[in-house]
Nanobody, 125 residues
């Protein structure tokens, strides 16, 4: 059984930083494409960043230069370092696993097979 558990969410002031983690279990983590998505109230789930098994990354334009996705295959953990957080960034952030085309999957959450329960990020001005 694949299990993804996010942590690291919280409240931060505008311009601040947070690092999200996603602990994975139940499958061969290192082989899988992984990603981060977010969903704000009343909005659709949108891709934030993806990372392939070889470490290649893709980012949404809205977070380029501010967010960094990374993975530690030895720890079966995915990370999202978020810097320069803006008032428009707050959402529930979800970890996702198992996609075949990371670049395409950034724009389509249905291309991921597994999801975590989400972690809330709040930004105050």
């Amino acid at each position: 059984q694949v299990l993804l558990v996010e942590s690291g969410g919280g409240s931060v002031q505008s311009g601040g930083s947070l690092r999200l983690s996603c602990a994975a279990s139940g499958y061969t983590y290192s082989r899988y494409c992984m990603g981060w998505f977010r969903q704000a109230p009343g909005k659709e789930r949108e891709g934030v960043a993806t990372i392939d098994s070889d470490g290649s990354t893709s980012y949404a334009d809205s977070v380029k230069g501010r967010f960094t996705i990374s993975r530690d295959n030895a720890k079966n953990t995915l990370y999202l370092q978020m810097n320069s957080l803006k008032p428009e960034d707050p959402a529930i952030f979800y970890c996702a696993a198992d996609c075949t085309t990371p670049v395409q999957a950034l724009g389509d959450p249905h291309l991921f097979g597994y999801w975590g329960q989400g972690t809330q990020v709040t930004v105050s001005s």
